[in-house]
């Protein structure tokens, strides 16, 4: 909208300053001001002004000075001169630096003030969008660097001990002790499947197209309870299913699976292992037009310092458990990705919910 464009004016002339707002009131919100310290407090007081206007010849201080200036306290408004014909070399300096966009000479017409403007903003929106793009490469370019960095070591570090490990192998002739080294190996190589299998959930995470498909809840509970039953088994938990949305819906499964398949992973991972009373719940349901699904733990709880990190990539809260640092922040992208939203309540001791909504769509 036109009105939410933010202009300020400069000129020393009253008459000019009164005419300017006064023939755009009605389109664009404009500020004036009749001196250079007066424009630099409107600046800082309103930093979304778009479009910047400067009568070259002020008390004090040039107009191409004070943009000089403008260039690195606030380079993103689209600077404009104002100026006689006797003043045109200097405008032309200023723009061959850079400091300003156009110049116009005085008197100015209505007409030729609404094309420049029109002109301004698609310059200061594309100056907008170039930074914001720039500002998410460089996002990217980080987390790709951290990502092939964390990648690496944790690929090395059970590839290395494998290697160690048939090395040692070769010298023995103990056939005890050579079982002892093969368990050894499957423990190492479980532990590198399971962080191949967390690569490939980034990278289904990262793909862009989303494919939707009719959603039966009881169907995946069940895939998943088959998956985990021999952990679910060996570590005696008590594992419940309340399933209240009896209705399919839309959704990508790939993504909801990843999802519920980390939850559920790290509800087990995370039990206390000192208590008889281990639980694992999972509610699903409708409300509001939205898909709930709540997973609730009896474990050991997430302290209040590690609950904005946890969904980071890599983060690992705590160095007592093994984990890649990409589960969690597989299942925060997922549901980012399924336009839905990733809450956690834990209390340190006692358990942890994980609450997913996602958006009610019909088959």
């Keep these: 909208m036109k009105k939410d464009i933010q202009i300020l004016y400069i000129d020393d002339e009253v008459q000019n300053l009164i005419s300017f707002k006064s023939s755009l009131r009605f389109d664009y919100q404009v500020f004036i001001a009749s001196t250079i310290n007066e424009a630099r407090h409107l600046l800082e007081k309103h930093p979304d002004i778009r479009i910047i206007f400067s009568d070259q010849r002020m008390p004090g201080m040039m107009g191409t000075d004070f943009f000089e200036e403008l260039k690195s306290t606030y380079p993103l408004p689209i600077r404009i001169l104002l100026t006689g014909y006797a003043d ?17 000479t005085k008197p100015w017409n209505i007409e030729e003030i609404y094309g420049v403007i029109k002109e301004a903003n698609t310059h200061y929106e594309t100056k907008l969008l170039m930074i914001t793009q720039k500002q998410e490469l460089e996002r990217a370019y980080s987390e790709l660097d951290k990502f092939t960095n964390n990648v690496s070591h944790d690929i090395r570090n059970p590839l290395g001990g494998i290697i160690s490990i048939i090395k040692f192998a070769e010298r023995s002739k103990n056939p005890e002790e050579i079982q002892d080294i ?11 499947d399971n962080y191949v299998i967390n690569l490939q959930d980034f990278y289904k995470t990262k793909q862009g197209q989303l ?15 088959k ?24 959704s990508d499964k790939t993504l909801l ?3 519920l398949y980390n939850l559920i992973a790290n509800a087990i991972k995370f039990q206390k292992p000192d208590t008889d009373e281990k639980k694992i719940t999972i509610h699903s349901y409708i409300e509001d037009k939205q898909v709930y699904i709540a997973l609730t733990d009896t474990g050991i709880g997430i302290k209040e310092q590690h609950k904005d990190n946890i969904f980071n990539l890599f983060y690992r809260a705590s160095s007592q458990f093994e984990g890649s640092g990409l589960g969690l922040y597989n299942v925060s992208q997922a549901v980012q990705k399924l336009h839905g939203q990733l809450t956690v309540n834990s209390v340190p001791g006692e358990g942890s919910t994980f609450t997913i909504k996602l958006p009610y769509i019909a088959h």
């Design 88 to 104: 045109k070399e200097a405008a032309i300096n200023a723009i061959n630096r850079g400091n300003v966009f156009k110049f116009l």
């Design 182 to 192: 093969l368990s050894l190996v499957r423990t190492s190589s479980e532990h590198l």
């Design 257 to 259: 699976q990843i999802i």
């Design 211 to 225: 494919h939707y498909e009719a959603i039966d809840l009881n169907s995946i509970f069940q895939d998943l309870l």
């Design 227 to 250: 998956v985990f039953q021999a952990a679910i088994i060996t570590t005696n938990i008590h594992f419940i299913v309340k399933n209240d949305l009896q209705t399919p819906f839309q």
